[in-house]
């Protein structure tokens, strides 16, 4: 796998899998719990769409309070663009929340690091669209 499918595969099946954990829709929930971490490095920084800084360990605090707590949520993401060197590169994306009737969507820019296996979360920026 070359990097850039490493880190469109890396955005696409984290999206779908925090779908499931906002739906309460797994099987394992601590196994989904960890997959959902693993793909963060430990110096991994968020700035969210309010502009707050998120660190991995508030990240992991803060998912086991949303378990479930959106059955109805759909999560998509479209115009995943990709640049990279051989050992990082840089996504932008855009995701969309859907709850019901609800929406709200989110411009994405993410660095990540890359090894032989996978691309891993450094740093994600998310402004309000």
Partial sequence: MNSKEKMTREITEFHQDIEKWFQGRSEDREALYQKL???FLPEFKMINGNGDTVTLAAFSDWLPTVY?????RKVYVENIEVEHSDHHGLATYTEIQMTGNTSNKRQSSAVFLLNPE???WLHLVENWI
């Fill in 37 to 39: 971490l693993s793909g």
């Fill in 118 to 120: 996978r691309a891993l």
């Fill in 68 to 72: 479930g707590k959106f059955p109805e």
